[in-house]
């Protein structure tokens, strides 16, 4: 155990940690999308299963790493290309981003809201196989990513962890925030329409830098904090939201 308290791994741990809550990015704006078309009485709930969910599912990756770094062999072949394991689950998980991404926006600009009685369970299922299938695809990447970077399975496994757990306390507060503020919420939404198309050309073995991508992101978010703060007076535009609760019954009069 002493080799785990070298400098070498504590350092690969810090830095391995700090990708895994960059990596998790996405993956919390996911979250927070799918888990805001449930009840309220739900949402907290959701929202630490899917958390809780991609950890496992990291781990159980980790745990796995012969099988994920044999995803990596090529299956078939399209012409020149070579066609892997990892180029199906990308290609497949980019496509399904891309697609969820598009029918939400038009979902929240164009679509019909649902009343439905405080505290009802409908859709959380639903919502939580979305997340893991997309937990998946996320985890898949950090999973390479981690594989490189550490030797030692336990200093992954941590990184992992205590990123999740980061992930955990600050998801709720992102969760609201998103909510609140429905510009931030279709921004949030292009991110994630942003990452299905990255996640399609890595798939079609066209390298797109992670940097440009955060990059462009965090300066849109930049951009979208001016305007809240220069036009905070302003009332927000209504989205349709999918969830809407049921009016209370007026008092009926003696």
């Known amino acids: 155990m002493d080799h785990l308290f070298t400098f070498e791994a504590l350092a690969a741990l810090l830095t391995l ?3 895994e809550i960059v990596l998790g990015i996405d993956n919390i704006i996911f979250i927070a999308i799918l888990v805001g078309k449930l009840p309220k009485a739900n949402q907290e709930k959701t929202r630490r299963v899917g958390l809780l969910g991609a950890m496992f599912m990291r781990i159980g990756l980790l745990l796995c790493i012969k099988w994920i770094m044999g995803l990596t062999a090529a299956l078939f072949a399209l012409g020149k290309h070579e066609v892997s394991g990892r180029d199906l689950i990308l290609l497949i998980g980019g496509a399904f981003l891309v697609a969820k991404s598009t029918y939400e926006i038009h979902d ?15 859709g959380v299922a639903t919502v939580l196989v ?4 997309l937990d998946l695809v996320f985890s898949l990447d950090s999973v390479i990513t981690a594989v490189g970077m ?4 336990e200093v992954m496994v941590a990184a992992v962890v205590i990123s999740v757990g980061v992930m955990m306390l600050f998801a709720k507060a ?3 925030f998103v909510e609140r503020h429905p510009t931030v ?47 905070k007076k302003q009332v927000p535009v209504h989205l349709h939201e999918h969830y809407v609760v049921a009016p209370e019954p007026a008092p009926e009069k003696n």
Do not use: P, W
């Open 17 to 19: 940690t700090a990708l």
């Open 108 to 122: 929240k600009l164009e679509g019909e809201e649902n009343i439905q009685a405080e505290g009802s369970a409908r």
């Open 130 to 133: 979305q997340i893991l299938l």
């Open 150 to 153: 550490a030797k030692d399975i």
């Open 174 to 176: 992102v969760g609201d």
């Open 185 to 231: 919420k279709m921004l949030a939404l292009s991110f994630l329409l942003l990452i299905g198309v990255t996640l399609v050309a890595e798939g079609a073995h066209e390298h797109v830098s992670k940097g440009y991508i955060y990059s462009a992101m965090a300066f849109s978010f930049f951009v979208e904090m001016l305007n809240l703060k220069l036009r």
